[in-house]
DNA sequence: GCATTATTGATAGTAATACTATTACTTTTG
DNA sequence: CAAAAGTAATAGTATTACTATCAATAATGC
């Protein structure tokens, strides 16, 4: 384990027993992501999580209360070590506008390779990120659970990039929504891409996305 | 009834019994409408609808496959009636960019009284699509239903608004791109406002989410 | 007007899900 | 080495997501 993990917080309130913490608490991270990017969220359960742990669902309902708050640790997770890697490459860079891309580049390109945390598979968290994130907060209890801070580490990285945005352009109107906007945008069509291509425009050359949100934001601020 | 019924046309394969031909089916597309929207979609079971209507939930199964096929349904539905709306806002309208803001506007303004059929509420249906509706395509089967043409509606309006850019801008390079990201991005939107308004840039004054990607087309076809 | 057929209601039943509770065993750690 | 903490094993409950069966009723065809 390195010190990574004291950059990467969460709020406490997302698990019973910090999953970092023990053996089978890292276990329940690596595993369930693998099983939630090969089964679906849906079909995710505690009891098949259990079986390939080789530990009983009781064991795992003392980490998590229930599968939607892993679901939201793992997104929370994300976004604090998306921030970071944000930070990383940013600080020390004096031009505001190389910043900007830079951020729009890691928030929309494809998952890279890391092994920065032994219990967490970036690349396969990254995709479930995709294809699964949204379900973290479209629910009844979304108000509720945005009082108490379970989604400060998404806040957190769009106002970041919005600031960057704002330094170049002080007066821009919709900095938030530009940058949510690209954030979402880009894991749509990521999606779209693999499932319903018709949806996007798809080229043999690399980093489409990549380009398209760069494009629309200095199109925005020029 | 009127012949607004024959117009919006939904994939045959997404009912087992067509809802809009008897009194039951229609009373199960209204009431399941009202109870998604108090609810939420996981919530939601044919049980608890049956109630609704005081009609086993056997019956129920005879309409639609299951809760996913309804929620299909219902959003196939909607794209089919949004496409229509566009259709009827830019037939006759000569110019290629007044369309497009028109289609722009249909898109991503707050959904309107409309009583076009009695047996859809639009306003309530307009807030499921917003918040429900990415649970129809984000499940394991996407690629098997997008085969089976579940989707087509949504296509069928992205396609028609980036052929609108196309005229505009013919060698444009993002068309669907920048149309589903209109598309997606506004529900988040409006999502957001409501929900995590850090996330957005609200104001007091109207329609800014339309203004927003208003903007950000029309500066990517200049 | 009556038989056929389609449609709905009523009831029952099953496997899986999403948990909670209890007790016993095994590690840490002080 | 004892106390505390963590884990395993097992059992049990309410709800969900269906499927099946059969009776009752309404619509339609002749």
Known sequence: MNNLNILIEV????????????????????????????????AFTFKKLGVAINSPESSIYRYFKNKHMLLVYLTSWYWSWTEYQIVLATTNVASAKKRLTKAI???TRPAMENTSVPYINEVLLSKIIISESIKSYHTKNVDEENKKGYFATYKSVVHRVSDILLEIKPHFEFPNMLISTIIEGSHHQKYFASHIPSLTDITTKKNTIEQFYTKMALNFIK
């Open 105 to 107: 580049s890691i928030l």
């Open 11 to 42: 709020n406490q309130d997302l698990y019973c027993k910090e999953p970092t913490s023990s053996e089978l608490g890292q276990k329940i991270l690596l595993k369930s992501i693998e099983l939630i990017d090969e089964i679906g969220f849906e």
